[in-house]
């Protein structure tokens, strides 16, 4: 009892009632799980054996010397705080092909760095999206998936062009995708997702921390905040380990356009399983929204889950380091991203 009188002291409320007091303490304390956290839950218990048999194949190739974390990424020289030129992150979103982006790229002397999230990385070698152009080229996955991962580095233009492109990799990918780089002569990189809070003992980020601290590596792989998938993280790499600025998004639309049924969005079957088929259940787990473009689009819970996330981390970016949303489409708006037309940017800059 002494010692809750001295934590209650130490709080300030040492002149104020004990119920003031609790109801303080457990102010962050929820008894249902917010829908995000329901996410997070859900997605680990469905997919976390599948993680942790990748990681575990994965673990002595990450280990071998001479093997390549996103450390090695960080630019070599002495003020980290400033900016390096622009960096165009490309996704697989709806507006990347409504609007001709690729080609508009191909077209423009642009020659800064570019991400390919992994779903977009065939159909932009294809359009002329290839490395040889550009300062930097980083293909980068997340996704442990076994089966359909693997078909998106599965393609002669790979092969063709892979020496000048750098994978960057999650710890938990299919061991398969990684073996797939390698045979296109792919450099890869590699990042643990961050699961959880890695300065507790108890974290399991901490645990896949310590497992690949080697020599070479004296501190274990880099975490990254995914943000929940790729285009997120693709952001993520380009302003935090790259230091570019601004970032520029086109495909990343973190939703669906005006007048695609539900029937075609990701997650539709999987709601229409959770509800057991109601459909007017299912129809309220989508929210629609006007973007700065004038036009509107609607995002399903997790795709709404994945932007909400977007915008908590946009908004604690340090303000030299810019946010382009160039997709013309989506759901993405908020603070600290700025609307602008694709063509404008690459007028601005192409470099």
Known sequence: ?????????????????????????????????????????????????????????????????????????????????????????????????????????????????????????????????????????????????????????????????GKGIKAVLSTNVAHNVYERCRKAGIEVYWFHPLFDDYRSNESFSRLMKLMTTTEEHKRGCPSVSCGGNTGTTCWVLSHALLRHSPTCLIGIDLGYPEGMPLEQTHYFSGLMDATKGNMQMVRSMYREVVNPGGESAYADLVFWHYREAFLEMAAEVNPKFKTINATGGGTLFGENIEWMDFGEFLKRYNK
């Open 1 to 161: 009892m002494i010692k809750l009188r001295k934590k209650k002291e130490e709080d300030r409320f040492g002149d104020r009632d004990w119920t003031a007091w609790l109801t303080w303490l457990v102010r962050d304390v929820r008894v249902e799980d917010t829908f995000r956290e329901y996410i997070q839950k859900q997605t680990a218990k469905t997919l976390l054996l599948t993680w942790m048999q990748n990681f575990s194949q994965n673990l002595p190739e990450m280990n071998k010397p001479g093997a390549k974390t996103i450390a090695d990424l960080v630019p070599k020289r002495n003020n980290l705080d400033e900016p390096e030129g622009s960096a165009i992150v490309i996704g697989r979103g709806p507006s990347v092909f409504k609007k001709n982006h690729l080609k508009m790229l191909v077209e423009s002397d642009y020659r800064g760095t570019v991400f390919c999230t992994d779903g977009i990385l065939i159909d932009a070698l294809k359009a002329g999206v290839v490395p040889e152009k550009y300062k930097n080229f980083l293909a980068v996955t997340v996704d442990g998936n076994r089966e359909k991962i693997v078909k998106w580095y599965d393609d002669p233009l790979i092969d063709e062009h």
